[in-house]
């Protein structure tokens, strides 16, 4: 049988709280704008640190920081996972009888440590709020969550199930071998050693779960978002394509596009817009790419294209350089104004329209920024 040290366990427990903190804190500050919650993961695991380092001093420090504060602090950090963990899944709930139940467990370790000591009675008491505690996350996580949203949550479900296990083999073993228990924490018997290196590899796997939510959830967002750009690129009432910077390649055009201009989609991507002969001038064009090395977009610039038929339309022109990946691609938007230059009041209606689609563009670049910047991380 392999015998394990506890206070060699305990500085395992701390080194693992210390890095699962730092962890998260870097997940809240990539995410902090993004998902509820996160600050009290970091809140969470600091606590859990904090408890670990109280216990690993205890007879060097007081006894009420050693047991009562330290015990407080691993229960409190539980709680507050549980309570950040359904604030990101955006089902906040009321926890007054968790806050109730966590000071009544207080008041036992306190009475069982200063007036009557009774690591027995500790024990058992610290097995079963986590008990309790680790029921309520298997509950929340594999029923309240449904559908979808449960590959989400179903891992850190599983992860509590195995945590329940624990801690009612914990109780069972101390109810029935209480008279084995001394008042000594670190010269606890095999099991409890055992039970407390199981805590620390479910810390690891309740660290590895959050971050794994957090990741399907930035990845069904992108997805989401992705598709709300798709829509509004496909179904946007003005022309709009997606072209290479370097050499005006292009991506991707939308309806609106290929109904003014008569090229398909098959027919106009992959090509570049010389290819296509849409520029009525080359010159515009070097304006145009010059505008853009300048300022990065051009705005309400009247450029002459030629359709495929053949016929010549003026088109308000619209650019932003976008990069993706590091390269640079253009979102270009271009209105057919060429019966309108000469009526005072279409183009007034059309400047009002106009407002409206360039906040959108705005909004649509953005969306790809983020969508760039998520992916990166």
């Not at 000594?184 to 959050?210: E, R």
Request: with cysteine; glycine share 6%; aromatic share 14%.
């Amino acid at each position: 049988m392999i015998f394990l040290d506890l206070k060699t366990i305990f500085i395992s427990n701390i080194a693992i709280s210390f890095i699962c903190t730092l962890i998260f804190v870097s997940l809240w500050l990539d995410n902090k704008n993004i998902f509820r919650g996160l600050s009290l993961w970091v809140a969470g695991m600091a606590a859990q640190l904090l408890g670990s380092l109280l216990i690993l001093l205890r007879g060097i420090i007081p006894d009420f920081l050693s047991i009562v504060i330290a015990n407080l602090f691993i229960v409190g950090g539980i709680l507050v996972f549980y309570i950040g963990f359904r604030a990101f899944m955006e089902k906040p709930g009321r926890q007054i009888v968790n806050y109730i139940l966590l000071a009544f467990f207080g008041g036992v370790i306190y009475y069982f440590s200063a007036i009557t000591p009774s690591l027995y009675i500790r024990t058992v008491a610290l097995a079963g709020i986590f008990l309790f505690f680790s029921l309520q996350w298997v509950w929340f996580s594999l029923y309240t969550i449904k559908g979808s949203l449960r590959r989400l949550t179903a891992g850190i479900g599983f992860v509590f199930i195995v945590y329940c296990l624990a801690n009612l083999a914990r109780i069972i073993v101390a109810i029935t071998g209480s008279e084995n228990i001394g008042n000594d924490f670190f010269a606890s018997n095999q099991f409890d050693t055992w039970i407390v290196f199981v805590y620390s590899l479910l810390i690891i796997l309740i660290a590895y779960n959050l971050i794994l939510s957090v990741n399907r959830r930035l990845s069904v967002q992108v997805a989401f978002q992705e598709e709300k750009f798709r829509t509004a690129f496909r179904e946007a009432p003005y022309a709009v394509l997606f072209t290479h910077f370097s050499n005006g390649q292009i991506v991707d055009i939308n309806k609106s596009f290929s109904e003014m201009m008569g090229y398909s989609s098959s027919e106009a991507v992959g090509k570049t817009t010389l290819e296509l002969g849409i520029w009525l001038n080359f010159d515009d064009r070097k304006i145009f790419v010059d505008q853009l090395s300048a300022g990065g977009s051009i705005s309400n610039y009247n450029f002459k294209y030629k359709t495929k038929s053949g016929k010549i339309i003026i088109g308000a022109t619209w650019a932003d350089v976008i990069e993706v990946g590091n390269e640079q691609y253009i979102l270009s938007t271009i209105i057919d104004v060429t019966e309108d230059t000469n009526d005072k009041e279409s183009l007034k209606k059309m400047n009002e329209f106009l407002v409206g689609r360039e906040i959108k563009m705005t909004e649509l670049k953005n969306k790809i920024k983020e969508l760039e910047e998520k992916n990166k991380s």
